[in-house]
């Protein structure tokens, strides 16, 4: 088996050992309520999907299929208890599984730190070759190393010898010429732990199982993925269908398109943005008081953003920029920093000495917390976007409008105005067609990491 395998194996491996430790160390021996219970986590576990070797790619995904198991493993451990007369110490046995829960979860935390590290110093690295059409294989080479994080590195290229100009190297991945034979070469050469298909492929069809089949057979056991071309799709979202001859994928839809979904995700909005606003309510006087001492006018700032499906509404902000900011944008157009439609300026003269504390800090962000709870922002989702972007917007930009704008989304999350606008429209899109509420819970955890390290605020 090789390394990688061994990789993706040890997730399972280590949740299951760490169930049957604590169901073990809460008398799992001495206490039959105790052993279903750790049972019932774990049959939940695999019944469910998330003891699969691969899980841990997905962290939306296998966050979701843990909380699943767990609300499995109850129901059958309360079964057990009414069916056998031990509801006097269900009490304990639910404790019991509410610990094995937490430590699963915290266990893949640490067991994917542990990757990351491992990846940033060159250990544990898994090796990628990458088969098909010049330019769709560099397109998929380069979201395996974005969303690997270090943990793969894509070694080689294999594209078709169709006369077609390529350059020898992309990056630090050599291309090599040639098809099936050269595709089972350049695995074994390269000691990968996988090859990828790029989707449109000369090697898909017959030829993907007979590259399957190779490399399978081979000492090193190489496994073979077929890329979709669904860039946009999270795999949660993917359900393999089969059919005589064929098999297809169905997606889908996006949880933004459910309206029970949406319902959900507006009363998470309120039952964390009201109590924020209660508990914070003295900061924000503190707050509006040093920018009134700071400088002349307000100390909200109100302006016309657009929201879902391209209704406009006032968004509020802590003012942080002089009262003439809005007279002098035009001076300082030819000195924008930012690519696209966006405006973003360093060292913008019009920020006062508050304002640039505040911004540095996102604390300036608080009072849409008050759009929250009116419902024209949820508290996770893509920036809102000034009108004047939205004009200039091209149909896929458009996209961004199909869900509510974000007090913070992953744009914020994935490095504010370090990332230029391509990537921060990857970003929203990704979060747009994928939405869950974990990932947003997800989200909101990164965010405060983002506000403590002030990466890319200014």
């Not at 020898?168 to 996988?194: H, I, P």
């Not at 073979?224 to 993917?238: C, I, K, Q």
């Not at 200039?392 to 994935?414: C, F, H, I, N």
Request: charged share 20%; net charge positive.
């Amino acid at each position: 088996m090789s390394a990688a395998r061994w990789r993706e194996w040890a997730t399972p491996a280590i949740d299951a050992a760490l169930i049957c430790a604590v169901g073990l160390g809460l008398g799992g021996l001495a206490r039959p309520d105790v052993a279903v219970g750790t049972l019932a986590f774990l049959a939940a576990l695999l019944v469910t999907g998330a003891l699969a070797p691969r899980s841990l790619r997905h962290p939306s995904t296998e966050l979701s299929r843990v909380g699943v198991a767990w609300l499995l493993a109850v129901c059958l451990l309360s079964l057990y208890s009414v069916a056998f007369g031990s509801q006097q110490r269900l009490g304990a046995s639910l404790v019991a599984l509410a610990v094995a829960g937490v430590v699963v979860v915290l266990g893949r935390a640490g067991t994917r730190l542990a990757q990351r590290l491992a990846g940033r110093r060159g250990m544990g690295v898994e090796k990628v070759v990458v088969v098909g059409d010049f330019e769709r294989a560099s397109t998929v080479a380069a979201s395996i190393e974005r969303a690997a994080k270090g943990s793969a590195q894509v070694v080689s290229l294999v594209c078709p010898s169709d006369g077609q100009v390529v350059p020898a190297s992309v990056g630090s991945a050599a291309v090599v010429r040639g098809g099936l034979d050269a595709t089972v070469l350049t695995a074994l050469y390269t000691r990968a732990g996988r090859v990828v298909v790029a989707d449109g492929s000369a090697a898909t069809g017959a030829g993907f199982s007979e590259l399957v089949w190779q490399l399978g057979q081979s000492a090193a056991g190489i496994r073979v993925d077929l890329a979709t071309g669904l860039d946009d799709v999270e795999a949660g979202r993917l359900r393999l269908v089969p059919q005589p001859g064929s098999a297809l994928v169905s997606v889908a839809l996006p949880a933004a398109a459910s309206p029970w979904r949406g319902a959900a995700k507006r009363a998470l909005d309120l039952a964390l943005a009201v109590p924020a606003l209660l508990v914070l309510s003295p900061l924000l006087l503190l707050i509006g008081a040093l920018i009134r001492i700071d400088s002349a006018g307000p100390a909200f700032f109100a302006q016309q953003r657009v929201g879902r499906d391209g209704t406009l509404f006032t968004m509020y902000k802590f003012r942080t920029m002089r009262p003439d900011a809005e007279a002098r944008r035009a001076e300082l157009d030819a000195h924008n920093e930012a690519a696209g439609p966006l405006f973003k300026l360093a060292s913008d003269p019009r920020i006062t000495r508050a304002g640039r504390l505040l911004r540095s800090t996102s604390l300036d962000e608080l009072p849409q917390l008050f759009n929250v709870v009116r419902g024209n922002m949820s508290l996770v989702g893509p920036r809102p976007a000034l009108p004047d972007e939205v004009r200039s917007y091209d149909e896929q930009a458009g996209k961004r409008l199909r869900v509510k704008p974000g007090l913070t989304g992953p744009w914020q999350v994935g490095g504010r105005s370090e990332l230029g606008w391509d990537e921060g429209l990857r970003l929203d899109l990704g979060y747009v067609n994928n939405w869950s509420i974990p990932g947003d819970v997800a989200l909101l955890a990164k965010t405060v990491n983002a506000v403590i390290t002030r990466r890319g605020a200014y």
